[in-house]
């Protein structure tokens, strides 16, 4: 028997025999008493009794310990009560719209292992519970374009290091260097932000300041950097949500603070958008700033809508932002240099590892309950193995082994909680004399509660509009499960309550074929305009969420971006879905070549753009609208070439003169 099996059956037969018990043990209690300690000498319990209590703690099991008064020997309890899973509000269509999520994040989520064991613990006893999608469900898309195998593996090792606690080294590459070197951090937290993956942890290597790592910029393999079963403890003081949603101009030391007028018209945007990154005063947003680069180029992605007001410096940095564009997109565009073939570095030598899993212990813990609520009042129960094997994502080659190490969980002195056999396609499952001990479902582990918060961060606002539930009640219904957790390392779902409120809106008008009117801020237009379209599929392309339309006003598809959505009211008008329509963005979208030049290649690769031999990049990319790509590549300040087509090319050079004189900074002498 593995040592790993070992330790299940010892973990397993403590939780058991501590809640059989119902008083306070001491340690020789258990050493006497608990399957696998038994044969152990002094100081080798010592040592396992306690690696098995911190481990228990970090998976959600709540022991607890005190002094005996008279003899001063440590007691440890463990409360039935506090081990299984409280009594739910939840109703059936909420759990459904749970189950949804899963629907759509199967495939592209990290988490879904850890996600579907939490909702079968949630399901439990449910009669009639099903995982079949909502009808809403497959009008849905889900795009995360960060993830792929190779970053659910990293996400995978990341999350094993973060819950062990354990120091590991990788090499990594720092884009604004250009240095690829070897890092070694205590890694305390996994964070996904505006569509990209984070990790956030002490860099030992820098005095062990608290860093965001990117996820993608990892080369190679992640590696324990110690022997150690733990090695260190995450700062009581830390807390993630202080690295999440901050805009790129504040990222870094802070140094001033800019004044920037926004139309009246605009000012909602910014509101909803960036409010917790400034404040909005008689329709001028004042924000902090680290870098003037960095917000002079989301004031020209505004492209008119955003006004500089101070600094000074500010205001010249944009002018001569403006003149490089401007510049750049006058006469013959630059001739390219040859392409090479990129370097595959992203995960060379890398081990093939699998996404984020939920603990083995966790598993066997619900598979354990499932069994037993299984044989409900009787003695006895069959279950199809293919059932159990799809249920909890069990190898088919590995379910007899788990059926076997439950059957040695016991509580002592001989009496264990269910014996489980495999026969043939079926599961023959015996209750044992104690064995409802653990008929109920246990409570969620911190990493299943984890799955379930990156779950209602990716589509939150979904699984409310199928529960035709809000989803700050869901949020709070779920949060009762796992409560007891101290989450600081996982941060809280940053949805705003107007995008909510637009998905539940479009999922009726979809589901009950309406008409919408919409209030839409195009990029490029200084004010929003009235639109009815015809709805017909969401998508949750990270980290925005968009509706794909027929656009009646426009008489055209057309696909809107929530976000940027004023409003939006359901008419009383109907339509009959167009006959042979399916839509998809882009649909008649033209395509731009973009020369990226090389102080940001290296950030255009990877998005996918293609290498050049003199250190620029080329990128072929749909255009859907024209003010599109006239805001991005204002947005780059020049180090974006627009090379054809043509007509844009020169549209993108008059914009940016007509802008100098629009933003007031025409004028401004050029800075020797």
Known sequence: M????????????????LMAERRPLTARDVKSNVEGYSEMSDEAFA???YSDRAELLALGVPLQSQRDEFTGEELYTLRSENYFLPKLDLKDDELAALQTALYLLEGKFAYAEPLRLALQNLALGRPGFTDAATENAVRVEVSDPDYSTEMSGRLGKLEAAISKQRTIKFSYYSIARNKERERTINPYALLPDRGVWYVVGADLDDGRQVKTFRVSRIRGDIRFATRRERDFRVPADFRIDEFVGRPPWQIGDIVGEARIEVGHDTAWWVERTWGEAGRLEDDVFMTEYSSLEQLASWILRQDGRAIPLEPDELRHVVKESLALVAERHSGDAPKLAREITATATDG???????????????VLQSLL???????????????PARELIERFSIPEE????????????????GCYTVYAELDGDTVRVDKELYGDTFRLPPRLTPLEARAIRLALEFVGPMIAADAHTPLDRVRRKLEETFGQFDLTQTPQPHVGSEVERLVATFTEAIRDRRLVEVEYQKEGEQTWSKRLVEPYSLERKLPNWQVHTWDRTRDAERSFRLDRMRNARITEE????????????????????VLYTKPIA????????????????????????????????????????????EDLRARIAQRAKELATELGVARLRVRS
């Open 348 to 362: 060379a030598g890398e081990r093939p590892a699998g996404p984020v899993v939920p603990e083995r212990f966790a």
């Open 398 to 413: 590995e379910l007899e082994e788990h059926l076997q190490l439950l059957n040695l969980v016991n509580f002592g002195g």
């Open 47 to 49: 040592r396992r009794f």
């Open 369 to 383: 309950a499932y069994l037993l609520a299984a044989c409900g009042e009787g003695r006895d129960a069959s279950i």
């Open 574 to 593: 109907t339509y009959e879905p167009r006959l042979g329509f399916e839509p998809r963005g882009l649909r008649d979208a033209r395509t731009a070549k």
């Open 2 to 17: 593995s040592h790993d099996t070992d330790k299940l059956i010892r973990q397993l037969s403590l939780v058991a025999y």
């Open 602 to 645: 290296r950030w255009a690769l990877e998005r996918r753009a293609r290498p050049l031999k003199d250190g620029t990049a080329l990128a072929e990319m749909p255009v859907g609208s024209p003010e599109w790509l006239v805001g991005e590549t204002l947005f780059y300040r020049g180090e974006a070439i627009v090379l054809e087509p």
